[in-house]
């Protein structure tokens, strides 16, 4: 993937401002900043309970954070209007089991205004793109778990959203398919939709156009992946990021 | 039309989930059939044991369906009394009817005694009053008075239950999450949840009802839609609670634990046992349970007849309930959503 260096433009796509985030006594996200531009693939890095769904949730707008600001396309969040404008897949596949497939994508189609034609247009061309075209009519329980995380990568992308923000999107998929999800995601990007997505896997993360560190809720460092690299002395990412703040537990 | 979105999902799931289907609508019916034929039986004919009687006595005492052995001592009938072979002894003790009961079950107790009492004083002149009934009549069964109200409370248990355990599912499923990670309001999902719900709450209240009267026979002195009208609020009573109680458990088996917490209490109150008996202050905790005015509405317009004046109140507070309890839903779910 591209490796273009993005300077900090008047107006990304995401804008995230010294946001804290507090569980009880727990600071789970501290003093975060960071911008994300038009059109790139921006990872979040860092291992299991760092605080990566946590930011995820303030960015979408499902949570709201204790200080800080998000702004995302411009809009202060959280904003109901923006869910009309970003696809959100989360950590967990969250799919009616006992529904088809197709009832699954009809439902939540409709939450997004989409009906008719046009609907079943978009269930179409979504499930071609996760290559599941297919099982359309098939329960999800008969799904496996591969089946069922692209199924709900093509919930997703249903709305045709201009932003993507998904939550560990490889997690539990065997090799061959990661890479045809991230072939997906780099087509998706060259068409112009940006995307923002959270891993643990390093060498997943050297595929991002540029890169977030985190470490127990703090930004450890941010850039191009070969620029992380650089900064730190290191070879790989992996040493990038024990230079950056400790080993990874994932 | 995201409301009619998300009541059309829950009508799939709901079609497809045939257990559930099942326990929805051939539960109540099962249940309402064992009632009538428990609380319907024939009247058992009270053993009882006469110990030297005068022969007119033991005739009469036949005569009003009681079995009658005679015993020529005391010691030998009161031995079938501890045995469980009697219900009563009856003596006389110097001239004097003495009757000794096996007493541990109060209603046969009563019934015994009432029986010997009539046969007692039957040889005795009196004046026969006319009988007639301002509501029921004299066939009226124990079932038929507290049939309604058992109607009634099928409505509120099974849909309270289901209401609780799908809004739950939604949660830990993850499914919420994603459902609010569209531009849904949250006023939204709580409609489509009633809408959805709605419709098979219907179908069971008019199941149900339909079944109660024209199968079992149950005794219906009013109007068959005031009492689908009052099911449905119940219903939907139910529901509200049931959601919004669900977000305080954590998992199915928290659901079933709410039970004896909110559902067992309003049957007491719900006019199965006597309300006037209580103390006055347990009295007034029925007007915090809506089966307590459901309850009230569907005896009134089933066994007196009532109609739209008379159980209006019970209409409001029931609609007030629901949406109370609504409400709160709407914003329970900010705990899941910001907005
Ligand atoms: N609702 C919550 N209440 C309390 N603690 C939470 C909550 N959500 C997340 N946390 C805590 O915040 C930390 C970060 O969690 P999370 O953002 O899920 O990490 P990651 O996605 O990187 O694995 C964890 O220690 C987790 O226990
Ligand atoms: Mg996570």
């Known amino acids: ?64 954070a204790d200080g800080g600001s998000v702004h995302m396309l411009g809009e202060q969040m959280p904003k109901l209007a923006m869910l009309q404008r970003f696809g959100y897949m989360a950590q967990s596949d969250a799919l009616y089991n ?9 439902f939540f189609g409709s939450l997004f205004g989409l009906k008719g034609s046009q609907l079943s247009k978009r269930i179409e061309t979504a499930m071609s793109i996760v290559n599941l075209q297919d099982d359309l009519n098939k329960t999800v329980a008969a799904y496996s778990g591969g089946m069922k995380r692209r199924l709900s990568l093509a919930l997703s992308l249903l709305h045709e959203p201009e932003l993507l923000i998904l939550d560990e999107p490889t997690v539990g998929i065997d090799p061959v398919l990661r890479q045809s999800i991230w072939q997906e995601l780099s087509d998706m990007r060259r068409r112009g939709t ?13 595929k991002c156009d540029r890169l977030g560190l985190i470490r127990d809720g703090k930004l450890t460092a941010i850039g ?13 990412l992996e040493e990038a990021f024990i230079v950056y703040g400790g080993g990874v537990r994932a | 039309m995201r409301i009619r979105a998300l009541a059309i999902r829950i009508i799939r799931q709901f079609v497809r989930d045939k257990r559930t289907l099942a326990l929805l609508f051939l539960a109540p019916l ?19 044991g006469a110990v030297q009687l005068p022969a007119a006595l033991v005739e009469r005492l036949e005569a009003a369906d009681a079995e009658v052995t005679s015993y020529d001592d005391f010691q030998s009938a009161e031995q079938a009394l501890k045995d469980g072979v009697l219900d009563a002894v009856l003596s006389l003790n110097g001239g004097k009817p003495a009757i000794e009961l096996e007493g541990s079950d109060p209603s046969n107790t009563k019934m015994v005694l009432l029986l010997l009492q009539r046969t007692m004083s039957a040889g005795l002149p009196a004046v026969a009053p006319d009988i007639t009934y301002l509501h029921g ?55 489509g949840y009633l809408s959805g719900f709605g419709l098979f709450t219907l179908l069971q209240a008019a199941l149900i009802a339909w079944f109660a009267i024209d199968i079992l026979g149950l005794y219906m002195d009013g109007s068959i839609w005031l009492v689908l009208m009052m099911n449905l609020l119940l219903s939907l009573t139910a529901l509200t609670l049931g959601t919004l109680l669900s977000s305080f458990a954590s998992n199915e088996f928290q659901i079933i634990q709410f039970i004896p917490l909110v559902v067992v209490p309003q049957v ?30 569907m005896r009134g317009i ?20 629901s949406a109370v309890f609504a409400l709160l839903n709407v914003i329970a779910l900010k705990k899941h959503r910001a907005i």
């Open chain 2, 137 to 191: 009549s004299e066939e009226m069964a124990s079932f038929d008075n507290f049939g309604p109200v058992l109607i009634g409370f099928f409505s509120f248990f099974f849909v309270f239950m289901l209401a609780g355990v799908s809004f739950l599912r939604e949660r830990t499923s993850g499914t919420l999450e994603r459902l609010l990670a569209t531009p849904i309001r949250r006023f939204e999902v709580v409609l």
């Open chain 2, 268 to 297: 007491f109150f719900s006019g199965l046992f006597n309300l006037d008996a209580m103390t006055p202050w347990l009295q007034k905790l029925s007007t915090i349970m809506p089966l307590y005015y459901g309850a009230d509405a």
């Open chain 1, 98 to 106: 006992e529904l088809t497939a197709k009832q699954n994508l009809t």
């Open chain 2, 302 to 321: 089933m066994i007196r007849g009532e109609g739209w004046s008379d159980i209006q109140l019970d209409v409001y507070v029931l609609i007030g309930f």
């Open chain 1, 224 to 236: 191009t992946p070969e620029a992380i690299k650089a900064s730190s002395g290191s070879a790989t």
């Open chain 1, 194 to 206: 940006t995307i923002v997505l959270t891993t643990h896997v390093m060498d997943e993360a050297d």
């Open chain 2, 30 to 48: 099962l249940i309402l059939t064992l009632m009538k034929l428990v609380f319907n039986g024939n009247t058992v004919e009270p053993q009882i």
């Open chain 1, 1 to 64: 993937m591209s490796s273009s260096i993005h300077s900090a433009s008047p107006n990304p796509v995401i804008d995230v401002r010294s946001v804290t985030r507090r569980f009880g006594s727990k600071t789970v996200l501290d003093d975060i900043s960071l911008q994300v531009e038009r059109g790139e693939v921006f990872g979040l890095l860092g291992p299991s309970g760092s605080g990566k769904t946590t930011l995820i949730k303030l960015i979408t707008g499902i949570d709201k």
